[in-house]
C-alpha cells in the first residue's frame, strides 16, 4: 500500500512557473513508477509524464515536453514535476500517482492516487 500526497499547487500568471511535489509513504517507494496526470475542468483526465522506478527513465506528454520536468529522489520518498512556461490550458488539478515496477501512460495502469493539487495560470 502507497499513500500519496500532493503540494504546492497555486495560481501563477502565465509564463511562470510552480513545482509540484507528491510525498510517498512506505518503504518500497523505489519500486514504483511515478506518474503526474491532470484534470482540467469538464476534461478526462489525461497524462502529465511519467518516471521509472529507478529515476533513469521519464516520459512527457507532447503538450508539455519541453516545460515541464519530471524528477525523483528515493532516499526521500518524493517525487516533484518542475513547471515552467506555464500557459492557461495548464489549468487542472495536478495528481500523483504510482504503480509496481514499470512505467505507463493510461491513468487505469496506476494503482494508488493523491488528493490531487490545484494549478491555475492566469493569462
Known amino acids: 500500500q502507497v499513500q500519496l500526497v500532493e503540494s504546492g499547487g497555486g495560481s501563477v500568471q502565465a509564463g511562470g512557473s510552480l513545482r509540484l511535489s507528491c510525498a510517498a509513504s512506505g518503504p518500497t517507494f523505489s519500486s514504483y513508477a511515478m506518474a503526474w496526470f491532470r484534470q482540467a475542468p469538464g476534461k478526462e483526465r489525461e497524462f502529465v509524464a511519467a518516471?521509472?522506478?529507478?529515476?533513469?527513465?521519464?516520459y512527457y506528454s507532447d503538450s508539455v515536453k519541453g516545460r515541464f520536468t519530471i524528477s525523483r529522489d528515493n532516499a526521500k520518498n518524493t517525487v516533484c514535476l518542475q513547471m515552467n512556461s506555464l500557459n492557461p490550458e495548464d489549468t487542472a488539478v495536478y495528481y500523483c500517482a504510482a504503480r509496481r515496477y514499470a512505467t505507463a501512460r493510461g491513468s487505469s495502469d496506476y494503482d494508488y492516487w493523491g488528493q490531487g493539487t490545484q494549478v491555475t495560470v492566469s493569462s
Open positions: 518516471i521509472s522506478a529507478s529515476g533513469t527513465i521519464t
